[in-house]
């Protein structure tokens, strides 16, 4: 049976609060900050640069209609020769691309998935994602169907 005494040491000394008294072990009138300057006041953002004229405000604005294009989601692209595993008769959704594991489940949840025509596709399957003109047709001449 385990005894107190034999319980291992749990505690850890606390680290030293500063600017709290001269008891605290790290002395109390300056604290560790030195004499004198900005820096021995108070603390500064993270981004200051010295007064120079700040990165944020050093760069021009992003003008045009393309601006906000860049923090819109980018989809999921897979093309026909992906979707070549699948037997036929298949239908195809996010969740068996998931399960066959073609995306993932972060990826499925901020990104939209769209098939393009790249290569051929030999089994006919029913595909319910947005697809391009060009997968839609070979997916038909495969017997297969595009629905949405």
Do not use: C
Not at 79 to 103: C, E, I, M, Q, W
Not at 124 to 147: D, N, Y
Request: aromatic share 4%; glycine share 12%; proline share 7%.
């Amino acid at each position: 049976m385990l005894k107190l005494h034999q319980l291992p040491k749990s505690t850890s000394p606390s680290h030293k609060r500063r600017g709290q008294g001269y008891g605290s072990g790290k002395g109390g009138h300056t604290s560790g900050r030195g004499q004198k300057g900005q820096l021995s006041r108070s603390r500064l953002p993270l981004w200051f640069e010295g007064g120079q004229l700040p990165q944020i405000r050093r760069f021009p604005f992003i003008r045009g209609k393309s601006r906000f294009d860049r923090l819109r989601p980018r989809p999921i692209i897979l093309n026909l020769t992906d979707l070549n595993r699948f037997p036929s008769g298949t239908v195809v959704t996010p969740k068996t691309l998931l399960a066959a594991r073609l995306v993932s489940q972060t990826e499925l949840a901020s990104h939209p998935i769209k098939i393009l025509g790249q290569g051929t596709l030999k089994s006919a399957l029913t595909v319910s994602l947005p697809t391009s003109k060009a997968a839609q047709t070979k997916i038909e001449a495969a017997g297969g169907k595009v629905s949405l």
